[in-house]
């Protein structure tokens, strides 16, 4: 799958945030840490980046 645009609760811009999220991880941050300095501080938000499998590169 690729990553929604938006959050489908609460309708905020995520898509974005994706390549600067996997970025964060390999520098070593934590999943939370790096979703609190992208400021995503919604829970619906969270579930989004963290609940996306990215599944595109497998099909291709």
């Given at each position: 799958m690729i990553i929604p645009v938006r959050c489908?609760?609460?309708n905020?811009?995520?898509g974005d945030s994706w390549i600067a999220y996997?970025?964060?991880l390999e520098n070593g941050k934590s999943?939370?840490?790096a979703m609190d300095v992208?400021?995503?501080r919604?829970?619906?938000?969270r579930r989004m980046i963290l609940g996306h499998t990215d599944v595109i590169e497998k099909l291709l």
């Open positions: 489908f609760s609460c905020r811009v995520i996997l970025q964060l999943e939370g840490e992208l400021g995503l919604r829970y619906c938000c």
